[in-house]
């Protein structure tokens, strides 16, 4: 089993400091949605986020969605083999029924995100494709979850080649493997990782996006399980 978890996502409500912005009110307004029913996006938002704390890393809904879509419709999430959770700045936990299908188009997907945020739960209680929970520190969404390995990715890593790591996990017989994916732009994780994590991990000396880390992390975990 692989459980991908995307950690420190930027995604959030608008700050209430913020809605009151006219970039904020008008882009609420064409959403036909009050400012603070709608998701920080610096896409949309960026001149009312200048003197927002941290505010050149916050509002990335999109690094969400693209990670969504790489680990939902990759081989192993077909296969069964995959968990996947978002975990936000606000230490909000996004639980990800397998059979989601993210919708494609990014203004869908942002409704649908203001929608879990509205109802912690979509499309309804019966059948939650997409559940949320509020409060829940990184660590304890780690420990939840009983890995048998918890691997932290970060450029700042030990350098190893993922085919040969994960074989070497095979035989070390770790059949639960938690891999955690920074879901920011920039700068570093706000949780100490290394308390965290069995191992902290690069896979190159640059920095790559999330969803291409989770790429590298699904096609490798694939193919040694295969
Ligand atoms: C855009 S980066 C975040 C920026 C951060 N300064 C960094 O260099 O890791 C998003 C996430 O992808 C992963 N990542 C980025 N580059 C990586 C690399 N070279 N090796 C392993 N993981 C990487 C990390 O989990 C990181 O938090």
């Known amino acids: 089993m692989l459980t991908l978890v995307l950690a420190e996502a930027e995604v959030e409500l608008m ?17 036909r949605k009050q400012p603070t029913q709608i998701l920080l996006d610096s896409n949309y938002h960026h001149a009312a986020m200048t003197n927002l704390p941290e505010g050149r890393r916050r509002g ?4 969400t969605h693209l990670f969504l879509l790489t680990a939902l419709e990759s081989i ?11 975990h936000t700045r606000d230490d909000t936990v996004i639980t990800v029924n397998p059979e989601t299908r993210i919708m494609r188009n990014y203004e869908r997907f942002l409704g649908l995100m203001e929608k879990l945020f ?17 409060n829940i520190p990184l660590k304890q969404v780690i420990e939840q979850v009983q890995a048998d390995v918890v691997i932290t990715f970060s450029k700042d890593g030990t350098s190893v080649v993922l085919p040969d790591y994960f074989k ?14 920074g879901g920011f732009p920039s700068g570093m994780f706000h949780t100490d990782i290394k308390t965290i994590s069995t191992d902290v991990v690069s896979l190159y000396p640059d920095m790559l996006p999330a969803w291409t880390v989770a790429s590298e992390i699904l096609v490798n975990y694939g193919n040694m399980s295969r």
């Open 15 to 31: 700050p209430v400091e913020l809605s009151r912005h006219p970039a904020v009110i008008a882009h609420a307004r064409l959403r």
């Open 60 to 63: 990335r809904p999109d690094i």
């Open 76 to 86: 192993v999430n077909k296969q069964g083999q995959l968990n996947v959770i978002v």
């Open 118 to 134: 509205e109802k912690h739960v979509v499309p309804d209680e019966k059948q939650p494709l997409l559940s949320l929970r509020q």
């Open 168 to 181: 070497e996990l095979k035989k070390q017989k770790k059949r639960h493997v938690l891999c955690i994916i």
